[in-house]
Structures are given as C-alpha cells and as structure tokens.
C-alpha cells in the first residue's frame, strides 16, 4: 500500500518554506503513518518542539518534518513508539540541522493495564514536572544535571476524562490525543539482555540510579507541591491478579524439575500472589523509615549505553540514560536494587562485587545531595554502605517475585515468550503461566533460564532467605 503523498500534511515543507532562491527541502519517504489525522502533529507543534528542545537564543526556522515508525526502540507493551524528524534552519548560521525525536501514545497489547495503573500519565509527570524541575535547579546552582534521563520536548494526557498539558493545564482543543515527546537516544543502545550488566556497565549504572533516588528525597522533602501532583495518579496492580492465587509460579516448577524441591517450596512462598500484593503495597508506601522516588520498572529494556572505542577497538560504556518512567512513585529504593541487579546483572558479578557496587551507589546520593545544597547528614542520615547492604538483602526476600517475572520473559524459550506476550489481558495472562508451568515440569524450560535461577537460589541463600 503506498504512503501519502508528498502534498499531504506533515510531509511538506512548512509554511516558512524555503529562502528566496534556495530549492525547497526534499520530501520525505512517504510513512503510512505520516497523516495528521492518525498522529494529530501539526506545523504549529513541531516548532513548539524546535522551541522546548533548541537553546533559548537559537534561530531555527522549520522547513518539514516526517513521523515515522522505527522497529529499534524496544517491544512496545504498553506505547506505541513512533519517530518525528523536524528538519529546520538555523537564521544565523544558514545552515539546515534535523531534530530527532521519540513520540509515544499509550496503546499496545495492554492498554487498558495502562489506564488502570495510570502509567502514562505518570510518565508525563515525571519528565516535566519532576526532571525538568530539578535540572533547572542544578543549571541556576551552575552544577552539570547528572540526571540520566532523555530530554522533555512536549507531553499531553487525559485525567479524569480531561486532555491536559505536561504542567496539569486543560486544553482548549479536547479533541486532542494523548502524546509524549522526548530526545531520541541516537547514540545509546540496549545492552544484551541475556548477557547483562558488566561491571563497566554497573560502574555507570549505580551512580545514575543513587542520582535518581538521592533526587526523589529531595522531591518528597523539599518540593510537596509537584510530589503531590505524582502522588494523585495512584499506582496498583492489575484487576485479576487473584487468578493467579492457585498457581505457584512456572519458576517453582522448573526448580522442582531440577530436584530443587526445598528451594522451590521457599521460592513459592515469596511468590504467593497474597504475599505479593503485601510486598508491593509495602514497596510503594510512605510509611517506610526512609522514602524515595523508585524507577519500579529498571531492568535491560529500560536503560540505554553510550560506548566509545578505545584504541585496541574495544567498545566501553560511558553514559547511561533511562527510559518508561511509567512505574514511578514512592516508595523503597531496595526495590530498584534488587528488581535491577537480579534481572540485569549476573550472579557472580553479584556475588563479588556487591559491596563495591553499593559503595558506587552511596557515593553518588550523597554527591547529588551535595549538588542539590542538602546536607547528607541531615536529610539522609541512614545512608551508609551497611545500610545499604541490610535494606538489599530486606528487599531481596520482599521483591524477588517481581525480579522473576523479568528474568523468566528474559530467558524463556521462544515459544514461552510468545505465549506470555500474546494476550490482551490479565486473564490471558494468567492462562499463559499456567501453560508455563505444565511446560516447565516436564523439563521444557530453557537451559539459560535454568542457569539463572539457580544463581537467584544462590544469592537467597547468601542472605540467609534460604
């Protein structure tokens, strides 16, 4: 089927057009996608982006731009990911640069998972009224914003039935769509998912997610109004989780295989669907000893590297970013820890290097507390790497069930990760995992799968879990 023409919306050069005797830009490769009826992006809103994203005092004019699909930025579950390319000139130097962008719309397999647990909304939020906060504060305290996260470009969302900007302001025109615009992460990559984390990767990591939490302090102490604008959207699991009740996990099953039984009747017990809806109740509660803003979703597909090659052609990572902030809220950083190291990193790099990792991570809280004009002692007085170690192995018994459902998707067998992937709903779901389990008795489970859960059964009884 041929895309629109070149005379459609979106495709054309915009109305600035070109400079008296200067040819018009080229079209761009006509996208099924590329119509404004299906996108809703306009001339007017692609040089608001130009505005949002450029420096204050540049010049740019725009000259077109181009949505398009792109088949790179990850599987997609819950948004549909699209990208826009605005070509504009820059007045003063007379020169034409191309802005590239990630533009997301709720959608997917699991919308509606999406509206219950208010995912997308909350992702707007934390971009602009949460990021872009504390940058700016850093930039007026002439410090360099550390913070790994995409630049904001635009955001838009539906609340209560409501279309409102990134900043809580209704629109005029309710006809609009929901939309977030961010930086496209051109230079950034996804690492191997089932190889991990390298300690070159974590050495990055672990600072990047101290900043981030050491910024959530700061938000509930400091900043009420904007963490009780994050607070509203309030963060559950899914209707139909019940379901799973009878059902001890696939991951128990394959343990049993093994001749595990004792390990996956422990294993069992931390995954009970009773016990898991106590500890998520607990992890995002404001009733802990210590409180800060918990990424909730940071595993392999949700952080990007930057490498650069040293002279022997050696890639190594440099700078970090992450992405789906939809899982953001308040709550226990061992959360973070344990859901990202148990599904991103592996059990020996764990096993050895724990205490260098957390040692990584306390000093970057307290450098970014420093930054942000807090005193360390005052307002984080618990932190130290003994604490941090304790409240790791507390969050290694409470949280392991979800780090599972991570690491049984990561190592599945082709066919498992189709059949937990295809539904539309919790009860799809939940059938998948039954047929998992039936699988994975009889031996059906991956061989690398296998291999990782017996280092997670390492790492329960090195904490005394098991």
């Known amino acids: 089927m041929d895309g629109p023409s070149a005379k459609e919306p979106g495709t054309q ?23 404004p009826q299906q996108h809703s992006i306009t001339d007017e809103l692609a040089r608001l982006f130009l505005k949002n994203f450029l420096p204050a005092d540049s010049q740019a004019v725009l000259k077109s731009y181009r949505y398009r699909p792109i088949a790179s930025l990850g599987e997609g579950y819950t948004t549909v990911r699209k990208v826009l390319e605005v070509t504009y000139r820059d007045e003063s130097s007379g020169k034409e640069d191309v802005l590239v962008m990630v533009v997301k719309v709720p959608s997917g397999n699991f919308v509606g998972v999406v509206r219950e647990m208010g995912l997308y909304e909350r992702e707007v939020i934390m971009y602009c009224q949460v990021i872009e906060h504390f940058r700016h504060i850093l930039s007026q305290r002439g410090k360099q914003a550390l913070l790994p996260f995409p630049r904001y470009v635009y955001g838009r969302m539906t609340v209560a039935g409501e279309v409102r900007d990134g900043r809580d302001q209704p629109l005029e025109d309710q006809t609009q769509t929901e939309m977030l615009v961010i930086e496209l992460l051109q230079d950034f990559q996804v690492i191997d998912k089932k190889v991990g984390m390298g300690l070159e990767h974590l050495k990055l990591l672990m600072p990047a997610l101290a900043r981030f939490h050491s910024v959530g302090l700061v938000l509930r102490q400091r900043h009420s109004e904007r963490a009780d604008r994050l607070r509203q959207v309030v963060g559950k699991l899914p209707e139909g989780l019940d379901d799973l009740s009878a059902e001890r996990s696939p991951c128990c099953a394959a343990l049993e295989y093994m001749g595990l039984q004792k390990e996956a009747d422990v294993l069992a017990k931390f995954c009970h669907v009773d016990y898991v809806k106590e500890t998520y109740k607990n992890a995002f509660s404001e009733d802990l000893d210590v409180v800060t803003l918990v990424h909730g979703d940071l595993w392999s597909s949700n952080m990007m590297f930057r490498y650069e090659t040293d002279a022997d052609g050696t890639n190594h990572p440099v700078e970090v970013r992450f992405v789906d902030l939809q899982m953001c809220q308040f709550g226990d950083l061992a959360y973070d820890l344990v859901y990202c190291l148990i599904s991103s990193s592996r059990r020996e790099t764990r096993r050895d290097h724990l205490r260098q990792m957390l040692t990584w991570y306390e000093e970057a809280f307290r450098s ?72 994975w008795q009889e031996g059906k489970c991956a061989p690398a799968l ?14 005394g879990h098991m």
Do not use: C, H
């Open 13 to 35: 050069p915009a109305q600035d057009g070109p400079a008296e005797g200067e040819p018009a830009p080229p079209s761009a490769i006509p996208s099924v996608d590329d119509v």
């Open 450 to 463: 296998q291999e990782r859960l017996l280092g997670i059964v390492e790492d329960m009884k090195e904490f």
């Open 368 to 439: 970014q507390l420093l930054e942000l004009g807090e005193d360390p002692e005052q307002v984080a007085p618990w932190l130290s790497v003994d604490w941090l170690i304790a409240r790791y192995s507390n969050g290694l018994a409470q949280y392991i069930s979800f780090a599972l459902n991570v690491v049984q998707l990561l190592f599945s067998s082709d066919e498992d990760r189709n059949d937990l992937l295809g539904g539309t709903n919790m009860g799809d779901f939940v059938k998948a995992m039954q047929r998992l389990r039936e699988r």
